[in-house]
Nanobody, 131 residues
């Protein structure tokens, strides 16, 4: 069983920043086998990819909608994933989920950012951006 726990959501005005954290799977050997991703969902719509990172190489992938504004990083010693969100827009408002999956390395972008490939999910954290 892989347990993921997100934190760091909240409310911010447009143009502001937030950093989300995700406590990833333990032990470290398990963490290093997984690719970790961030996804978001507005109720009533499909879950969409935000970013992902290959824990071994550190390779990152981003959805076009967040490129240049969001960064994804990790502290592998702490088995923690981060999503730094800058220049936030009202359309970034959603529930943000951390996810984990064992993917090929390297994984094609469609797989790294494909929600259906991830089989472990956190409970989600709300991000609200007001105009």
């Amino acid at each position: 069983q892989v347990r993921l726990v997100e934190s760091g959501g909240g409310s911010v005005q447009a143009g502001g920043s937030l950093r989300l954290s995700c406590a990833g799977p333990a032990p470290r050997s398990t963490y290093n086998r997984h690719s970790m991703g961030w996804f978001r969902q507005v109720p009533g719509t499909e879950r969409e990819a935000v970013a992902s990172i290959e824990t071994g190489s550190g390779s990152t992938y981003f959805a076009d909608s967040v490129k240049g504004r969001f960064t994804v990083s990790q502290d592998s010693a702490k088995k923690t994933l981060y999503l730094q969100m800058n220049s936030l827009k009202p359309e970034d408002t959603a529930i943000y989920y951390c996810a984990a999956a064992i993917l090929p390395r390297p994984a094609p972008v469609s797989m790294a950012l494909g929600a259906t490939w991830y089989n472990y999910w956190g409970q989600g954290t709300q991000v609200t951006v007001s105009s």
